[in-house]
């Protein structure tokens, strides 16, 4: 049983910069991070494989940049320059298989974490 706890979301200024954490238990090899703003889909911002490998939504390349600490079995999210659109519930999520994309199923979930920027 995989089990995500996010942290790290709060308020910030247009431009400003935050980092999201996700603590995890259990293994999987594929890992994201979703967000959904008020009144619409929730979207996929960023994932990453077992081999390091990324992908990342158009809206948030160049911007975001999503990583993974196996040894202490955490997933972060660094979020540079960000706009009021950014602003959303952020959440994290595992995948045990292949591909690893942002549409692919995950099946295990997070609470998520608020994020607001400001203009």
Not at 110 to 117: D, I, L, N, R
Request: aromatic residues 10%; proline residues 3%; glycine residues 16%.
């Amino acid at each position: 049983q995989v089990k995500l706890a996010e942290s790290g979301g709060g308020s910030v200024q247009a431009g400003g910069s935050l980092r999201l954490s996700c603590a995890r238990s259990g293994y999987t090899n594929c890992m994201g991070w979703f967000r959904q703003g008020p009144g619409k889909e929730r979207e996929g911002v960023a994932t990453i494989d077992s081999f390091d490998g990324t992908t990342y939504a158009d809206s948030v390349k160049g911007r975001f940049t999503i990583s993974r600490d196996n040894a202490k079995n955490i997933l972060y999210l660094q979020m540079n320059s960000l706009k009021p659109e950014d602003g959303a519930m952020y959440y994290c999520a595992a995948r045990a298989g292949w591909p690893c994309g942002l549409t692919s199923h995950f099946g295990y979930w997070g609470q998520g974490t608020q994020v607001t920027v400001s203009s």
